[in-house]
């Protein structure tokens, strides 16, 4: 059982389309990570989120903590090709090891 | 900027075999870990060593062995691969071991398959 569950598992759309991720989890975080795996690579950080309600932008995509601090979510605006990829949560259930998702494939088709 | 370098992308070895998957990170991190990477699993913590001197077991640690040689490279050595040993492996390293806030930084991966 993954501490963190994401849906949907795969996601594909059309270029200029919106999309939204979740994460979601039982356990409360004091923090949690989104990562972007694209093929043959290793995930890089797009942003972490600390605060309960918090949203922060990240150019088109926007993400949200909530207020309870057990869920996430990413949302992408008007998605472009160059979004594909792995999308991976990642938290620290405060034993300072850190906890991925299984990841949401995104594919947006041009 | 190098960041973490793994050594080797590809490897196929026969069951039984043994073998050394090497990492180094030039940031001057502290902390460094051994992940792997499985279809619908993401990704599992396998060891990882919070500072230079010191390893600890993660999530998924037998069958395998690790060496934090010095801050730079850390090192995860299969003694008798097994097929279910077949994945990709991710090195990473962070500044600190407190994870709350601290991103991790990956290597690009090793691709193993096991005969």
């Known amino acids: 059982t993954q501490l963190l569950e994401q849906s949907p598992q795969f996601l594909s759309i059309q270029e200029g389309e919106n999309l939204t991720v979740y994460c979601n989890s039982s356990?409360?975080?004091?923090?949690l990570q989104w990562y972007r795996q694209e093929p043959g690579e290793g995930p890089v950080l797009l942003v972490t989120v600390v605060t309960g309600g918090e949203v922060k932008k990240l150019k088109r995509l926007t993400f949200q903590f909530g207020d309870a601090r057990k869920d996430s979510s990413l949302h992408i605006t008007a998605a472009q090709p160059g979004d594909t990829g792995l999308y991976l949560c990642?938290?620290?259930?405060?034993?300072?090891?850190?906890?991925f998702g299984a990841g949401t494939t995104v594919t947006v088709r041009a | 900027n190098a960041g973490v370098t793994q050594t080797p992308k590809f490897q196929v070895l026969k069951t039984g075999q043994s073998m050394t998957l090497q990492c180094a990170q030039d940031m001057n991190h502290n902390s460094m870990y051994w992940y792997r990477q499985d279809p619908g699993m993401g990704l599992r913590l396998i060891y990882y060593s919070a500072s230079e001197g010191t390893t600890d077991k993660g999530e998924v640690p037998n069958g395998y062995n690790v060496s934090r040689l010095n801050k730079r490279e850390f090192s995860l050595r299969l003694e008798s691969a097994a097929p279910s040993q077949t994945s990709v492996y991710f090195c990473a390293s962070s500044e600190i071991r407190m994870v709350s806030n601290q991103p991790q930084h990956f290597g690009d991966g090793t691709r193993l398959s096991i005969l």
């Open positions: 356990s409360v975080f004091s923090s």
């Open positions: 990642a938290g620290d259930p405060n034993d300072y090891k850190l906890s």
